[in-house]
């Protein structure tokens, strides 16, 4: 019954304008945070910090109704993504075909922001890609998540040993592939690393992987336009990522700072970047 009524839902979705999704999305969002205390105290405390510490606006409903925008961007690209596609305006395209024209593949990463669900998508339009993800806990909803997310050239793998090989063999190929940078790993596959002045733990899986080949790394992000207007795309290519694991790791997160920092009210705040993962080593003390 569970897998039925997402299935209704997801169909009903696809007949909603982008801008009526918006609504609701941000309609869920100060839902979410009036209605949960944990939920609220995460994405404040997190939010609040980094903007104070960088001297931006504190706009606390704009990100809280953004947190929602984000759910729902998934959800209507999922399902119409031609259309989405249509709705982004690409910025320093040259510098992603000067990336994959070396034919060692291109490694993509892509935080959680804005419509962050379209960039493979429109990777996908002119080479293939595959795309780490976690799966859902529960096996029928990652069946009906896997099917809803399925595009042309485009792969999905899980975030084990089986799903680093496939990348690698992509990488193999010339193609690219996609990381979610800020999301935290499994233990013993990360390091502790500064996230905005905090330890976090971080993957250095994307600098491992770049560096068997030279491929370049490429950050993108998708920044939400006004109401339904679709998404700003800016991409920019990092520097070779150390060898090293904790140092690229570092690098990875001082990249991706600056990526959130370009739109800050459109990251995942309620997202608890800082959590020990089971089987990870304790943090490091001040």
Known sequence: MQKLLLKLSFNAIALLPLGVMQILGAFLGLLAYIGSKQYRTLFRTQYEAVVQSHQLPFVLWTAVANSGKLFSDCLWIWKNPQKAVKL????NWDVVESAINEGRGLVMLTPHLGGFEVIPRVLAQHFPATVLYRP???????EVVEAERAYPNMEFVPTNLNGVRQMTRALMRGEAIGILPDQVPNGKEGVWVPFFGRPAYTTP????????????????????????QGWLMEVTRLA?????AVLAATEINQALEQAILKAPEQFIWAYNRYKHPAGAELPPQD
């Open 240 to 244: 070779p990522l150390s060898e090293d």
């Open 88 to 91: 982004v305006e690409i910025q």
């Open 136 to 142: 859902p806990r529960q096996a029928w909803l990652n």
């Open 205 to 228: 899986l994307p600098a491992r992987l770049a560096n068997r080949n030279h491929t370049p790394v490429l950050m993108f992000t998708a920044k939400r336009k006004s109401l339904g």
